[in-house]
């Protein structure tokens, strides 16, 4: 299933600030979009979506036949003793970010599975597709959305997490929390000047995102639908403060 990954010394190096999300249908077409983007991108995010496709098997091939860091996005959300299975055995592939639902015992159990292993657990606080409504149809206690993302991610730090993720609209509050430093800010919801919306409902560009206080921005349709991904990918790197 391998493919060569092309290399320009003409291009840029690829900043891992960027994580390209491989919102693909399975492997195969995403090992083939990596191969147009090449050298242009260092961090690619693997989700859900492709668990069934071979996304395990992606992850592992990208890490250890190509070099490239992984984000895999799982959202685990169960009792803390399968929580704490399941991160262990997603820790053998030698991964660089997993995801995790914000819940302070979910958190505390990821760390427990990852303890052995330099995965970072981060938190999901608020799907960024989430606004207001979505929350009062979820039965989220009342109050501002970016309040509570803020009050997640506290809680979440609280219980060890690695980082968190949230829309860009919240980075700066969350960096300012007492308990953040050394912990990262992954932003979904980021979107290039003049890019489509999509599914996003809060969200920011990626100079925006990132001097706000993120350590990486997640974007996904802005380069895998683009005619030129490796080109859409350099564009949002020359972006970036």
Known sequence: ?????PKDDLYPAADDRLIAAL??????EALELTNRIGDAVSFYKIGLGMLT???LAL???LKQEHGKRIF????????SATVEAAVRGLAQFDLDFLTVQGDPAVVAAAKQGAAKSDMKILAVTVLTSYDRGDLDDAQYRAGDVAEIVVDRAGRAFDAGADGVISSPHEAAAIRALGNSAG?????????PSGSAVGDQKRIATPASAIGDGADHIVVGRPIWTAQDPRAAAQAIVAELP
Not at 23 to 28: G, K
Not at 72 to 79: C, G
Not at 183 to 191: A, E, F, Y
């Open 1 to 5: 299933m391998s493919l060569p990954m």
């Open 23 to 28: 919102d693909v249908p399975n492997a195969l």
């Open 53 to 55: 496709g071979g996304g």
């Open 59 to 61: 992850a592992n091939e």
């Open 72 to 79: 895999l996005d799982m959202k685990l959300f169960d009792i």
């Open 183 to 191: 912990k990262l800010i992954v932003t979904p919801g980021v979107r």
